[in-house]
């Protein structure tokens, strides 16, 4: 299994608290994948609520999803359109 990487720069303008952080994590439970958030020194379970409202990524944050397992390259797609989302 291979490990997914990709950094990307929060677009959205509420970052990735309340809704767009429960969006995140409801999409990323779908993935039997584990996916893995930085952002500096900090590295959260992308599955987790609390996790990601910890990071405070706000717009114009960079971070980082990792992503392992078989649907890792799929989980990073359908994650990365929440952080580059305008909403």
């Known amino acids: 299994m291979a490990l997914i990487r990709k950094k990307l720069i ?3 303008r509420q970052g990735l ?3 767009p952080a429960a969006l995140f994590v409801q999409i990323a439970n ?3 994948a584990r996916i893995t958030v930085r952002r500096d020194k900090e590295r959260v379970n992308g599955k987790s609520i609390m996790g990601i409202l910890i990071l405070g990524a706000e717009k114009g944050s960079e971070i980082t999803i990792e ?3 078989d649907d890792a390259h799929t989980a990073i797609l359908e994650l ?3 952080v580059n ?3």
Request: aromatic share 6%; glycine share 12%.
């Open 17 to 19: 608290h309340a809704r």
């Open 67 to 69: 992503a392992e397992g």
């Open 30 to 32: 779908k993935f039997d």
């Open 10 to 12: 929060v677009k959205n």
């Open 85 to 87: 989302s305008e909403g």
């Open 80 to 82: 990365e359109k929440i």
